[in-house]
């Protein structure tokens, strides 16, 4: 089985969490996942996620501003997805969907009311805890 490695991040601000609708025609459609995506060779997670808050969100977050919250671990048809999840409540700029996705800040105790990949179902206790 194929081993893939996402980088996730939870950008908190008060008592909501940003998320983005996975664009149609992707794998997952339709879905709210936290930002990131895949570790390329050569980088650290938190040098992907960096690399992915500013494709995706136009924002700018530092290495020390990610602190490792929670990983997924969970077995799709085709690969094994790997995903540390990391929680920042400090960057630069205003998230916007640079690539035509939906973003919407989410109360973190109604993410029930979102339809996200199943992976991401085991990480949503952590963030209730905060
Ligand atoms: N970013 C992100 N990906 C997730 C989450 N949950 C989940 O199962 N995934 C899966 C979906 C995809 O199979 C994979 C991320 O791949 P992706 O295609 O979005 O990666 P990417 O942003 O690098 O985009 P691309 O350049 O490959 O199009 O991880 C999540 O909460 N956030
Ligand atoms: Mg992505």
């Given at each position: 089985?194929?081993?893939?490695?996402?980088?996730?991040?939870?950008?908190?601000?008060?008592?909501?969490?940003?998320?983005?609708?996975?664009?149609?025609?992707?794998s997952?459609?339709?879905?709210?996942?936290?930002?990131?995506?895949k570790?390329?060779?050569?980088?650290?997670?938190?040098?992907?996620?960096?690399?992915?808050?500013?494709?995706?969100?136009?924002?700018?977050?530092?290495?020390?501003?990610?602190s490792?919250?929670?990983?997924?671990?969970?077995s799709y048809?085709?690969?094994?997805?790997?995903?540390?999840?990391?929680?920042?409540?400090?960057?630069?700029?205003?998230?916007?969907?640079?690539?035509?996705?939906?973003?919407e800040?989410?109360?973190?105790?109604?993410?029930?009311?979102?339809?996200?990949?199943?992976a991401?179902?085991?990480l949503?206790?952590?963030?209730?805890?905060?």
């Amino acid at each position: 089985m194929k081993l893939v490695l996402v980088a996730a991040v939870a950008l908190v601000k008060d008592r909501r969490v940003l998320l983005a609708q996975r664009p149609a025609g992707k794998s997952l459609a339709g879905l709210w996942e936290f930002p990131g995506g895949k570790i390329e060779p050569g980088e650290s997670p938190e040098v992907a996620l960096i690399r992915e808050l500013d494709e995706e969100l136009g924002i700018t977050a530092s290495a020390q501003s990610l602190s490792p919250l929670a990983f997924a671990s969970h077995s799709y048809p085709d690969f094994h997805l790997l995903m540390p999840l990391y929680l920042c409540r400090d960057w630069q700029g205003t998230p916007h969907g640079r690539e035509g996705q939906a973003i919407e800040w989410a109360d973190i105790n109604s993410l029930d009311d979102y339809p996200m990949p199943p992976a991401d179902l085991p990480l949503l206790p952590s963030l209730r805890a905060l």
